[in-house]
């Protein structure tokens, strides 16, 4: 691992799971409408943007297993679901965790 991707897989080691999920979920999903797809990718996307783009290797796998527990989160919240092609499903209560003043308490509550 190269030095940059290591210090942006431990910061993102190193952050709390639920506002993480909750924060990432709400940039994610801003303006995709109730029952419509986000493509998989956004999600990864948002990470890199807060901790900049791993490497190969063990950075690029560490920011992949986080990434699959955000949406394992979502899913468990109902808020967003996988669909079969790989895209990501906006549902009822992920309108209402946007709509929300704490994003974070919401999901929470949600969970």
């Avoid at 897989?9 to 995709?32: D, Q, S």
Wanted: glycine share 10%.
């Amino acid at each position: 691992m190269s030095q940059s991707s290591t210090t942006g897989a431990e910061a993102l080691l190193g952050e709390e799971i639920l506002p993480l999920a909750a924060r990432t979920f709400v940039m994610t999903f801003t303006g995709v409408g109730l029952g419509r797809w986000q493509a998989r990718n956004v999600v990864d996307k948002e990470i890199y943007r807060q901790f900049g783009k791993p490497g190969r290797g063990d950075a690029h796998h560490a920011y992949q297993a986080v990434i699959l527990q955000i949406v394992l989160i979502w899913e468990q919240a109902r808020v967003a679901a996988r669909a079969s092609t790989g895209g990501l499903i906006l549902l009822p209560d992920g309108v209402r965790l946007l709509g929300a003043a704490d994003a974070v308490d919401e999901l929470r509550a949600l969970l």
